[in-house]
């Protein structure tokens, strides 16, 4: 099967703007989990979707959202970016398995730098 | 709530040497925990999971961790280091209905010939 995969990979955006980022999910995989990694925080949980719906979310302003569509892919946007939003943003696809517990799959991440 | 607590930030071996790479948790329901590899400009790569089947859990690249409950503890060893295990080690914990990772600060690892 074929990994998380993201796009874009690198992406540099200035302050005020906004920006989408997206991910396909590894085939057959219902969940996909967003985190923000950087320097500082090191990685923080944004939010995760399971069937088009947002299950949990994390501790972010509402200029971070996300969406997932029918086919499991899911796009994140921040608006009004600001200088503390580069980061490397990574996505997750999570495996439900024989148990009931959930394993989660990243992929590449999308390094976004914000000037 | 859960939480990670790694011990060491950066931790340097000498190739063949034993790696030892120390995790704590907190969990107030039974925690799934997991060690996941970063090497630079990548993302994460899982290397095991505890998902209380065994207490040993081996992983890929000759890793293994031991889960021990009453030290609240999920260590990563490696009998014998290699200059490609140089890479970002970070330890993370889930559990419950909450289906979010948490993660520890990282740990370094350098490989010295």
């Known amino acids: 099967k074929a990994g998380v995969t993201q796009t874009p990979r690198y992406l540099i955006k200035t302050r005020g703007q906004q920006v989408t980022l997206s991910c396909s999910p590894i085939?057959?995989?219902?969940?996909v989990s967003w985190y923000q990694q950087t320097p500082g925080q090191g990685l923080q949980f944004l939010f995760e979707?399971?069937?088009?719906?947002?299950?949990n979310k994390g501790n972010f302003p509402g200029r971070f959202s996300g969406r997932q569509f029918s086919n499991s892919r899911s796009e994140m946007n921040v608006s009004t970016l600001e200088l503390g939003d580069s980061a490397l943003y990574l996505c997750?696809?999570?495996?439900?398995?024989?148990?009931?517990?959930?394993?989660?799959?990243f992929g590449p991440g999308t390094r976004l730098l914000v000037l | 709530a859960q939480s990670v607590t790694q011990l060491g930030s950066h931790v340097s071996v000498s190739e063949g040497a034993l790696v030892l790479l120390r995790c704590n948790y907190s969990?107030?329901?039974?925690?799934?925990l997991f060690w996941y590899v970063q090497y630079p400009n990548q993302g994460l790569q899982l290397l095991l999971k505890?998902?209380?089947?065994?207490?040993l859990v081996k992983g890929i690249n000759g890793f293994e961790a031991e889960f021990k409950k009453s030290e609240t503890s999920f260590h990563l060893t490696k009998p014998s280091a290699h200059m490609s295990d140089a890479a970002e080690y970070f330890c993370?914990?889930?559990?419950?209905?909450?289906?979010?990772?948490?993660f520890g600060k990282g740990t370094l690892l350098t490989v010295n010939p």
């Open positions: 993370a914990v889930s559990g419950g209905s909450n289906y979010k990772l948490t």
């Open positions: 997750a696809s999570t495996s439900r398995e024989r148990g009931g517990h959930e394993t989660q799959y």
């Open positions: 979707y399971f069937s088009e719906t947002q299950r």
């Open positions: 085939s057959g995989h219902r969940s």
């Open positions: 969990s107030s329901v039974p925690p799934y």
């Open positions: 505890y998902t209380s089947a065994a207490t």
